[in-house]
């Protein structure tokens, strides 16, 4: 840890992170849009979405799923998030941290101190949120690239098809017998993805 740097925003930053960047300048707006998304956004709302509906459970005060990270496909729950919005760890994988951690990991950007950050802007854009400052050189750079930017377009499709299932499918689910309820509710879930491509489509093709 770096104490002769400047701010406190790149304190909080270096600290957080234990990554310095050359620059002052660039360290106070990387620090700055990484604070906003973890301000905004709770860690279980990220979870939530890269997790589907319905896959997060709660035990005790813990939310637990299995694991929506890329590279660790199981089949128990180890993935965990804690209450207080006090982050997430994955048992199985031996990972974990805050909200930008997590959308940093799920989407692929590289663990060096601009990566974080890119994935915080990514995070800000995806729940709805401004970006602090002007887009940097470097973010302009990650949108380009293909494999994060194929992540964040799959990670958009399970957003229109989160509520596509919630607004169309949930009301109609809720009113079923018991007994066939499941199935039914895997069979909205699936073609929920499908209506989410298609409107992910059109909205690109506007
Ligand atoms: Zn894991």
């Not at 207080?84 to 990972?95: A, H, N, T």
């Not at 930017?149 to 299932?165: C, M, N």
Request: net charge neutral.
């Amino acid at each position: 840890m770096k104490q002769e740097r400047g701010s406190c925003m790149t304190e909080v930053y270096t600290r957080d992170r234990g990554v310095a960047t050359a620059n002052p300048q660039e360290d106070r707006g990387v620090g700055k849009i990484i604070e906003a998304a973890k301000a905004l956004i709770p860690t279980i709302d990220l979870a939530d979405l890269l997790c589907g509906p319905g896959q997060m459970r709660r035990v005790g005060d813990r939310w637990v799923a299995r694991c929506p990270l890329p590279d660790h496909d199981e089949r128990t729950a180890s993935f965990t998030v804690y209450p207080g919005d006090r982050g997430w760890w994955c048992y199985g994988c031996g990972r974990g941290g805050d909200v930008v951690d997590l959308a940093r990991i799920a989407w692929g950007f590289p663990d060096d101190g601009r990566g974080a950050a890119e994935a915080a802007g990514f995070l800000l854009l995806e729940f709805g949120h401004e970006i602090p400052e002007r887009k940097p050189a470097w973010f302009r750079r990650q949108e380009r690239q293909a494999p994060i930017r194929d992540r964040i377009e799959q990670t958009r499709v399970e957003h229109i098809r989160l509520l596509v299932f919630r607004l169309l499918w949930m009301p109609w689910l809720r009113r079923l017998p018991e007994d066939i309820r499941e199935e039914a509710t895997a069979d909205a879930w699936a073609e929920s993805r499908h209506t989410a491509r298609q409107l992910y489509g059109q909205r690109r093709g506007a």
